[in-house]
């Protein structure tokens, strides 16, 4: 009896080991999940799982994107996981599993060969349509030149509204604080430099770029000496600045605020002091602010002319102050 007792809850002790691991995995894949939503949905910030879901009109497609391969290499990963670790307890030797003699099988060959295609051709599909949508620049309201310089930044405003624009173009570098506190044996503290409650240290600059929401925005990004690339994380994309070449890029902006970025292309000495500072307001904000600069870098009007001119006076040698021969 004893022994019978034994060999009739030997399974059932199984059955229940199998079970309690597949609740712990379970469990263990629905926490991971739940904290990598949660985190999908928060602002940028140290350790952060996924990508910004950005402010742009186009952001959200390279979001999007990232979130579908994501998905799908989670879904092979599961699938491919859980099934090794299947055959690893369950059909292991201690439980007298005898492996199969067969070594192939068209069928499942053609299975598993066609559905890692096809997850391939849509990705690429998807992809492609994504680029083309970021390369058309066409029905472009503004245009916007930067240029890249060891370790600064030039913006010249081009056109805005079919009409263009003069004067308006200055440099964009580290702000002043940052520079000071960066200095080695500053003794200045990097956490104390803030805008507001925000730490803005080497993250800030002296002049931003100034752009108006709900406008498609045009850059044409090149370089003055090294390779740069321009990347605001918000904006969903970055572009390389490089000596004798003009890319070009696109945006529209759908709220106003500031957002921060970084070159993003190892460029010399001061690559890490080289941010980028985008400053969007509203198209009247922006319309009042254009107005004023290009105000301020008119040049200044000539002096009038005088009302009436002086008499010419003619110099008369007196009278005996000639040479006489």
Request: net charge positive; glycine share 8%.
């Amino acid at each position: 009896m004893t022994s019978g007792s034994i060999r009739t809850d030997a399974p059932r002790t199984h059955r229940g080991r199998t079970a309690g691991i597949r609740r712990i995995v379970a469990a263990s894949l629905a926490l991971v999940l739940a904290l990598g939503a949660g985190l999908a949905q928060a602002d940028p910030h140290p350790w952060q799982l996924n990508m910004t879901r950005g402010s742009t009109t186009w952001s959200g497609e390279a979001y999007f994107l990232n979130n579908v391969a994501l998905g799908v290499c989670v879904v092979i990963g599961v699938l491919v996981f859980g099934a090794m670790f299947i055959a690893m307890f369950r059909f292991r030797k201690s439980r007298g599993a005898v492996a199969e003699k067969w070594s192939h099988n068209t069928t499942v060959e053609i299975i598993w060969t066609a559905i890692p295609v096809i997850i391939l051709v849509v990705l690429a599909w998807m992809s492609t349509g994504g680029l083309v949508s970021f390369a058309n620049t066409t029905g472009a309201q503004m245009t916007v030149k930067v240029t890249g310089y060891q370790w600064k930044w030039r913006y010249d405003y081009v056109d805005y509204l079919g009409k263009p624009v003069s004067k308006v173009d200055y440099m964009s570098k580290l702000d002043a604080l940052s520079d000071k506190t960066r200095q080695l044996d500053s003794g200045m503290d990097p956490y104390a430099v803030k805008t507001g409650d925000e730490n803005t240290y080497l993250l800030n600059v002296d002049k931003p770029l100034v752009l108006p929401i709900h406008t498609k925005i045009r850059f044409v990004i090149t370089s003055d000496d090294v390779i740069h690339s321009w990347w605001v994380p918000e904006f969903g994309w970055k572009m390389d600045a490089i000596p004798g070449i003009v890319n070009t890029a696109w945006t529209n902006i759908s709220k106003p605020g500031t957002y921060r970025g970084q070159c993003a292309e190892l460029c010399g000495q001061d690559h890490g002091f080289m941010p980028i500072v985008v400053k969007a307001v509203s198209p009247e904000d922006f319309a009042k602010w254009l107005a004023a600069q290009q105000q301020a870098n008119a040049p200044a009007a000539p002096a009038p002319a005088a009302s009436a001119a002086a008499p010419a006076t003619a110099q008369v040698a007196p009278a005996g102050s000639g040479e006489h021969g």
